[in-house]
């Protein structure tokens, strides 16, 4: 039987040091509820390395090396120098989270261009999946549609965007291009009834999961630190939108992880 693959969570985050949280804590408790794969994403060049450690240190992780698009005003070319001597460690998988956000100011929209393709370029010369964080105000698609006219432009084929919480219409302009849509615990929100839509219409074929972990915890315990074990009601909330058994989710986003992320 499949177990759950996390495709996108943060072992490398501060808080999880501030509330004495463990990483062999995390890992203990989600094999309980069927998780026996991780990857620990960097957000900037000390979280990146801190993700290539934990796939060193631990059988079940692997990780993402990269710089997020909100840093990437505040970088220099040796912090991508860094990232990219980190996209040769063993058992990276992915240069990510890289992206296009225009969320609280498009201030940089220009330099985070640049960046995601410098970055996309390291992906591309490591033959690496390119693990996308695109957010936009609301009501707008901008940062989505410079993203996809990025990623088409440089002919990137193996892509993940990271944390999807929009509708259908949107998810399918990636989908058509053969990209995978993570759903995270937004899709358990009060609320996310554009979100449910998009997973109801969207091929399993087309969709992976993740945890973003700690943050978006799903529902029973929004508003409680998010782990890598809450993923089981992401699965769940899945499986009864599509009308699913449960196990067939694991199954086909775990094989759709794993193909994504080039891992047997």
Request: aromatic content about 8%.
């Amino acid at each position: 039987m499949a177990r759950i693959f996390d495709t996108h969570t943060h072992f490398n985050d501060p808080k999880y040091k501030e509330l004495g949280i463990t990483t062999e804590e995390i890992i203990k408790e989600a094999k309980l509820v069927g998780v026996d794969r991780f990857c620990c994403v960097g957000y900037d060049v000390p979280s990146s390395k801190q993700a290539a450690k934990y796939a060193l240190k631990y059988d079940e992780v692997y990780g993402a090396v990269g710089i997020h698009p909100n840093e990437a005003h505040a970088i220099n070319q040796s912090d991508l120098e860094e990232i990219e001597v980190l996209a040769h460690a063993n058992k990276i998988v992915a240069i990510g989270e890289i992206g296009l956000d225009y969320y609280y100011t498009r201030d940089y929209v220009e330099i985070q261009k640049e960046v995601l393709k410098k970055q996309i370029k390291i992906a591309l010369e490591n033959n690496l999946t390119v693990m996308m964080h695109i957010r936009d105000e609301d009501g707008k698609v901008d940062a989505y549609n410079d993203a996809l006219e990025i990623l088409v432009k440089m002919k990137v084929k193996n892509v993940i965007i990271h944390c999807f919480t929009r509708g259908y219409e949107l998810a399918k302009k990636f989908v058509d291009k053969g990209y995978y849509i993570s759903i995270p615990g937004v899709i358990t929100f009060k609320g996310a009834e554009e979100l449910q839509d998009a997973v109801k219409k969207l091929s399993l074929n087309n969709i992976v999961v993740e945890t973003d972990a700690p943050y978006l915890t799903p529902v029973p315990n929004r508003g409680k630190v998010n782990t890598s074990k809450e993923i089981i009601y992401t699965v769940n909330e899945i499986a009864k939108i599509k009308n699913l058994n449960k196990h067939d989710v694991i199954d086909i986003t775990s094989r759709n992880a794993k193909k994504a992320f080039k891992i047997d």
